[in-house]
């Protein structure tokens, strides 16, 4: 994996452990990082970013004991619980012709082909309410918020899909999450297969993520059949049978994909659920700052301006503008006490330089606008009308400058060194194609 932690602690790390650190590592070493970073807030900010800090710890031991996480997506008794019943092959969760026999989610550890078959992973399957649970929207909703940290959704439907259902997949798509399709209930149509409902996806971005291979038919509990009995002195009898349980598709398929993407979807998933609460953290050290940040603002604007409205050198303004930049995004460094990084770090000297040069500029212009106001005869208005103009600019200038280093900071938390947008982008560079996250790159580039 790419150098993503700073040389220095890399090659500690991996003297200590003697053996490269894997990306999993790394990941783990950002959250703790980001949890060591909160410690040093002010407690009453501490306090707020508790559900934080829970939160983090949580992705952290998900993350060290390898559980990857697959849960169960789609409408009302299209046979979620049954597929994983069939997968555990007994009846763990409730089965019935009822909508909403599943009321509240539930998960249960579960060894897809032996326990050699996946030593460093534990694989927790989730049962989750119908999406279109009527008397449950509250239980719905749940089951979206399940679906978006699972590691990989069984987005189940039975038969060929509903427009509803497509919507859904749509949306689903976005999130960036790995999905297989499984069509249960394949019992009832003998003639579907993974092509003709491939076909059905006509949406192209649909298209551009999925395979007709990510299509799996099962036939979980099949329903008994009528069979016409025939005896041999002619009487006939009708009997019933059970078709058998068709399941092995998905289970190999579950198995081959974990083996192959387990461990970096597992990581890639943890990292954009620690990015979605990092860059919450930043926002609540923004507004927990917001009072101070202002103040120091304008504490150097108004000490930058009236330093240079009384300089008379043209060369010592500009020095006096950049360095009172400079300390000032010193100073709001320390205060927000979030990390330095180079991502967008050009947009800040962007705005310094266009702060300096509008400095420039008029401190250039200042003797034409010195004479046109002395031809007026304005006696002493001279200088204090090429005083304001200067001190105004450089007030506007020092403000830009200080809200664009709030920006840098609060919006760049994530891409510190050790920060998690940091990690996936490094991770998304390195997929191989053919592989289904890369598959998914371009819904995960939009995430960073
Ligand atoms: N014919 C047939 N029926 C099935 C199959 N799988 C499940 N069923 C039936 O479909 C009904 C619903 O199954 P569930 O597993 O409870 O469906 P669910 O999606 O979990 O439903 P909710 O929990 O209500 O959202 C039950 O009556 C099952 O017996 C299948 O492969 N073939
Ligand atoms: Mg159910």
């Known amino acids: 994996m790419a150098q993503s932690l700073p040389d220095n602690i890399q090659t500690a790390v991996e003297e200590a452990t003697c053996k490269p650190i894997s990306v999993r590592q790394h990941a783990c070493f950002s959250i703790q990082h980001i949890i060591q970073q909160v410690e040093t807030f002010p407690v009453p900010l501490q306090t707020e970013l508790q559900n934080q800090l829970g939160a983090l710890s949580s992705l952290n031991s998900k993350l060290n004991q390898g559980i990857?996480?697959?849960?169960?997506?789609?409408?009302?008794?299209?046979?979620?619980?049954?597929?994983?019943n069939a997968l555990f092959a007994e009846t763990i969760f409730p089965v019935g012709p009822l909508n909403g026999e599943t009321q509240w989610p539930r998960s249960v550890r579960w060894s897809p082909g032996g326990t050699s078959s996946l030593p460093d992973l534990q694989i927790e399957l989730i049962d989750t309410p119908g999406l279109d649970e009527i008397e449950g929207q509250g239980r719905a909703q749940?089951?979206?918020?399940?679906?978006?940290?699972?590691?990989?959704?069984?987005?189940?439907?039975a038969g060929p899909p509903t427009a509803l259902e497509l919507d859904a997949l749509k949306a689903l798509r976005q999130s960036g999450r790995p999905l297989l399709i499984v069509v249960n209930k394949a019992d009832l149509y003998p003639d579907l297969d993974a092509a003709k409902v491939y076909d059905r996806i006509t949406d192209s971005s649909l298209q551009q993520v999925l395979t007709p291979e990510d299509i799996l038919l099962t036939s979980?509990?099949?329903?008994?059949?009528?069979?016409?009995?025939?005896?041999?002195?002619?009487?006939?009898?009708?009997?019933?049978?059970?078709?058998?349980?068709?399941?092995?598709?998905?289970?190999?398929?579950?198995?081959?994909?974990?083996?192959?993407?387990?461990?970096?979807?597992?990581?890639?998933?943890?990292?954009?659920?620690?990015?979605?609460?990092?860059r919450d953290i930043a926002e609540h050290v923004q507004t927990y700052e917001a009072q101070s940040g202002k103040a120091c603002m304008g504490q150097y604007a108004r000490l930058k301006a009236a330093l240079i409205a009384i300089c008379p050198l043209t060369f010592l303004d500009v020095g006096i503008g950049l360095l009172a930049d400079l300390l000032l995004i010193g100073t709001l460094v320390k205060l927000y006490r979030l990390p330095t990084h180079r991502h967008q770090v050009n947009q800040l000297?962007?705005?310094?330089?266009?702060?300096?040069?509008?400095?420039?500029?008029?401190?250039?212009?200042?003797?034409?606008?010195?004479?046109?106001?002395?031809?007026?005869?304005?006696?002493?208005?001279?200088?204090?009308?090429?005083?304001?103009?200067?001190?105004?600019?450089?007030?506007?200038?020092?403000?830009?400058?200080?809200?664009?280093?709030?920006?840098?900071?609060?919006?760049?938390?994530?891409?510190?060194?050790?920060?998690?947008?940091?990690?996936?982008?490094?991770?998304?560079?390195?997929l191989q194609p053919q592989t289904v996250l890369y598959r998914l790159r371009e819904e995960l580039s939009a995430q960073l």
Do not use: C
Not at 143 to 157: K, S, T
Not at 350 to 361: A, F, R
Not at 404 to 419: E, F, M
């Open 220 to 278: 979980a509990a099949p329903a008994p059949l009528e069979i016409r009995v025939e005896f041999p002195d002619g009487r006939t009898t009708t009997e019933w049978e059970t078709p058998p349980v068709n399941i092995e598709p998905l289970r190999l398929a579950l198995l081959q994909l974990i083996q192959q993407e387990g461990r970096t979807i597992l990581t890639l998933n943890t990292l954009l659920q620690a990015q979605r609460i990092q």
């Open 349 to 430: 000297w962007g705005q310094i330089l266009l702060s300096l040069t509008s400095l420039g500029l008029v401190e250039i212009m200042t003797p034409t606008l010195s004479a046109w106001t002395h031809h007026l005869s304005l006696g002493f208005l001279p200088w204090v009308s090429t005083g304001l103009l200067q001190a105004g600019v450089s007030l506007y200038g020092t403000q830009r400058v200080g809200r664009q280093t709030q920006i840098y900071l609060v919006k760049g938390y994530t891409w510190g060194p050790l920060g998690a947008s940091t990690l996936i982008q490094d991770i998304l560079k390195q």
């Open 68 to 84: 990857f996480q697959i849960a169960t997506f789609g409408f009302v008794s299209r046979g979620k619980s049954a597929v994983l």
């Open 142 to 157: 749940m089951a979206q918020e399940i679906a978006q940290a699972a590691d990989l959704i069984l987005f189940i439907i």
